[in-house]
């Protein structure tokens, strides 16, 4: 079984300019986990998620700092710098994971549960051509084993 058996074909999609209220309000309206996020020519920009969301109470790691031959380095600002900005972001552009893990319609339900289980990735955006075909999310596995498709 392939993730085009069964993908949510009619997917629900945000711009990047969208406020993170309007997402939030969004995504509880239509009982969604998450949407591509698509730019104007109609092309896959990322992924947002409830994730991204909850990321925006997330403390921020300050880096720590080494001293090395009478040098101050400070470790992780790269990372503090993408964790503030997700933090503060206001739009969808500024919370949205920019290269999320993709499938495309052939992947495996096998390879799919497993990528879930071990990368704790529950939100796969599938693409055909660059173009966003479906997505398959643990809801999507779930309803494939009611259904006795899978398992």
Known sequence: MR?????????????????????????????ISGAPVIGKENNFLGIVTEEDLIFQDKKIHLPTFLNLFSNIIPLGLAQMES??????????????QKEPRTIIPETTIEEIATMMTEEKIYY????????????????DLIKAVAKGKIW
């Open 124 to 139: 796969l955006p599938v693409l055909s051509d660059g173009r966003v075909a479906g997505v398959v999310t643990k809801r």
């Open 3 to 31: 993730a085009e058996e069964i993908m949510t074909k009619e997917v629900l999609t945000v711009s990047p300019g969208l406020s993170v209220r309007e997402l939030a309000e969004f995504l509880i309206k239509e009982n």
């Open 83 to 96: 964790e503030f900005k997700k933090i503060a972001g206001t739009q969808v552009q500024d919370v949205m």
